[in-house]
């Protein structure tokens, strides 16, 4: 056995939770913080998830040192699989807001009362020294890592007020900055603990049989192939497999299905569903860190640190916009009154308005929360969008692609039709056909034989069966010989009649493959079989051009006729039949050429080439399979395709959201730097604005939440 390279095993990766980090300006200040230590190799951030994937060199740097140097900007970190450190930081910023705000009130009561006027000052000195302690230490950090932040220019907007003699519009801003980015605190919080909720489907604890006695252990100590014992009411704690049982399994928490899955021996069952009626034993089959659910977790916060094509363009922006006021404020402050006149600390106060307007918080907020309030209320449907660049592209789709076996049909045979073409009526057709079907495991054979103990057609018994690879089979019920298959092997016999060709045009004009029924050497019947197609298959087409995607098309690997057949029944107008896999890529490729953004829908195995070549590829009931769930940019937990318009609708109400929120964004700041200029804006007014502006947006975001 090779011995391993000692090189590479001293390059490591850890991620870290990091409390305080709200925005993108602590991003800045965590990584000039973390560049100087020695052995770091590359950090990256995610700010709503609040998560840092750190890369060093495990031989130079190790994770206390991290958690140490984060410490130094006012924030804290821990790794993410240990338990999070509990702090009263949260409660003691509140009490120092709302001991601001109080401070503040006197102050202004002071200031109306001729008697206090000359003293109002200090409960405003006061207001000012309490509600800017957790502002003054983000500054220091800021200024330690070189960072022009809001909380730097915030400090220096407040004290040049204070040397301008405005003590009042000083405390004014430091209480409403501090007050409002602890409501922002809040409102982020609320957007992450929709993601955090779906972590907390599972219980912790699983009855767990070992020795005879059922004893309640933690998930994370339960083996593979642990039986697990689970009463009626509770969740299923583990993935596995049903042994013993039988019950009804609310899946909706994990695949978004409206109605209980009946669940009996040998069923899969997965963790965070919720048991009915009957008590179940399990076999345990995945540990609690590789269940469905936890894949889940992990698939949507990875989803949730990609960047959007709009969320890269806005950070953008922000690195050009900031720069560029903080030039004009600078030049407010110096140039201005030389060239317009005025008194020069009207101009500084001006310069001050500046400053706080030049922070983006707002703007840069204002797509990330939208993509996630939008994943997150996709993920409680059982709806999994990989991310806000395929998020994006889903809302751009003009152009819906289905398979058609296992996506708009169920996968499943059923009978449709039974047919006499000969001295036989229809029930003694089926019972020939069934009865020589029951001693096959042909999936046509089963559906015949189905369909009979359905309708109450007895089964004869059968001697000398002969199976007839690709065609069909034969044998004796009673003393006659039957005769079931395809047209094929009725042509090769000779067992053909006009009055059955007729009857198999009729069939292959319904969409159903027709199996024909011989008794000794005539043609006694027709039994039309067809994938059965889904109920809601028509209403899903409807609700998709209701969307505002007008191109629907069909493509199958079935026969024209079929394909003609489902296509008219549900409502669309171009279908493409006999498919081979790389017909469908071409049949993909071609159809972007003509509409635009395309989107595939399909099982994820079969159609995987279609699904990757379009721009967005939809697997279908992906519960249980790990590489649809893996690939696919959009994966439905669930066998239920309404839930393509609901992920349409989701994807263009995102982007809707994104837009308006930068342009409010953006409206805003453009209002107050003209505002600013002409001397009509004050700092209260800047800082209500600027921090009023991060807080619409993300309410705004916060909407998608209920979608």
């Known amino acids: 056995m090779a011995a391993a390279c000692p090189v590479c095993e001293l390059h490591a990766e850890s991620v870290f939770r990091v409390e305080g980090m709200d925005c993108h300006e602590e991003v800045a200040i965590l990584e000039r913080t973390l560049s100087r230590l020695s052995g770091l190799e590359s950090l990256d951030a995610d700010v709503l998830g609040q998560r840092v994937r750190v890369k060093y060199d495990a031989a130079r740097l190790t994770t206390s040192r991290i958690s140490e140097a984060v410490a130094q900007t006012g ?21 120092l807001v709302w001991g601001s705000g109080l401070a503040l009130a006197a102050g202004l009561v002071a200031h109306l009362t001729p008697a206090f006027q000359p003293y109002a000052w200090v409960p405003l000195a006061v207001s000012i020294a309490i509600g800017g302690i957790h502002t003054g230490r983000r500054a220091w950090a800021s200024l330690r890592a070189r960072v022009l932040d809001i909380n730097v220019l915030m400090l220096v907007a407040v004290a040049g007020a204070m040397l301008l003699g405005e003590w009042a519009e000083g405390a004014s801003v430091v209480f409403l900055f501090a007050l409002a980015q602890l409501l922002e605190t809040r409102a982020m919080d609320r957007a992450r603990g929709a993601i955090r909720a779906l972590m907390d489907l599972a219980p912790s604890e699983a009855l767990v049989r070992r020795g005879g006695d059922d004893v309640r252990i933690p998930v994370d100590e339960v083996r593979i192939w642990d039986l697990i014992v689970v009463r009626p009411g509770e969740k299923i704690p583990l993935d596995g497999r049903v042994r013993t049982g039988d019950s009804h399994v609310n899946q909706a928490p994990v695949t978004g299905e409206s109605l209980p899955a009946e669940k009996g021996p040998g069923d899969e069952v997965f963790a965070g569903t919720i048991n009915g009626r009957g008590a179940l034993e399990i076999d345990v089959t995945r540990l609690s860190r590789d269940s469905t659910l936890a894949r889940i977790v992990h698939l949507v916060e ?112 059923q009978v449709t039709d039974v047919t006499s073409t000969g001295g036989l009526g229809g029930p003694d057709v089926l019972r020939l056909a069934a009865s020589l079907e029951s001693r096959s495991e042909h999936p046509i054979g089963r559906a015949i034989v189905a369909h009979a103990q359905a309708e109450g057609v007895p089964i004869s018994p059968v001697t000398g069966f ?53 008794l000794g050497d005539e043609t006694v019947g027709l039994i039309g079989v067809a994938d059965a197609t889904r109920d809601a298959a028509r209403a ?101 395709l309404v839930k393509i318009p609901f992920a349409i609708r989701l994807s263009r109400a995102a982007t809707r959201n994104i837009r308006v929120n930068i342009g409010f964004s953006l409206g805003m700041k453009a209002a107050f730097l003209v505002l600013a200029f002409l001397g009509l804006a004050t700092l209260w007014m800047a800082v209500l604005a600027d921090m009023g502006a991060s807080l619409i947006v993300i309410a705004n975001a916060l909407r998608l939440l209920r979608e």
């Open 540 to 640: 899903v087409v409807d609700m998709i051009r209701q969307q505002g995607v007008e191109h629907v098309v069909l493509l199958t690997g079935d026969h024209e006729v079929s394909a003609r057949g489902l296509a008219s029944a549900l409502g669309i107008s171009d279908y493409r039949a006999s498919l081979l896999p790389e017909d469908k890529v071409a049949a993909v490729k071609e159809l972007r050429l003509r509409y635009g953004a395309i989107a595939m829908v399909g099982d994820g195995v079969n159609d995987a080439p279609a699904l990757a070549t379009a721009d967005v590829g939809i697997a279908m009931g992906v519960v249980g399979t790990d590489a649809a769930l893996e690939t696919a940019d959009v994966a439905l937990m669930a066998d239920e």
């Open 302 to 413: 990875d989803a949730q640190a990609q960047r959007a094509p709009s969320q890269t363009f806005v950070e953008r922006f922000a690195r050009i916009y900031t720069p560029i006021v903080l030039a004009l404020a600078v030049l407010v402050a110096t140039a201005a009154p030389l060239l317009f006149g005025g008194e020069w600390s009207d101009w500084v106060y001006r310069s001050l308005v500046l400053l706080v307007i030049s922070c983006p918080c707002a703007l840069v907020i204002s797509t990330p929360v939208s993509i996630v309030s939008a994943l997150a209320a996709a993920a409680r449907k059982g709806v999994l969008i990989k991310g806000g660049a395929r998020l994006e592209r889903l809302a751009a789709v003009r152009c819906v692609a289905f398979d058609k076996t296992g996506t708009l049909t169920s996968g499943r045979l």
């Open 466 to 518: 002969q199976a007839l690879p690709g065609m069909g089979a034969e044998g004796f019920v009673g003393a006659e010989r039957v005769v079931v298959g395809n047209h094929r092997l009725f042509e090769e016999r000779g067992l053909c009649s006009a009055r059955a060709h007729a009857g198999l045009d009729t069939m292959a004009a319904g969409g159903s493959s027709a199996v024909m029924v011989a």
């Open 75 to 95: 924030m804290r970190a821990w790794l993410e699989h240990e338990e999070p450190r509990t702090s009263a930081a949260s409660s003691l910023r509140a009490r």
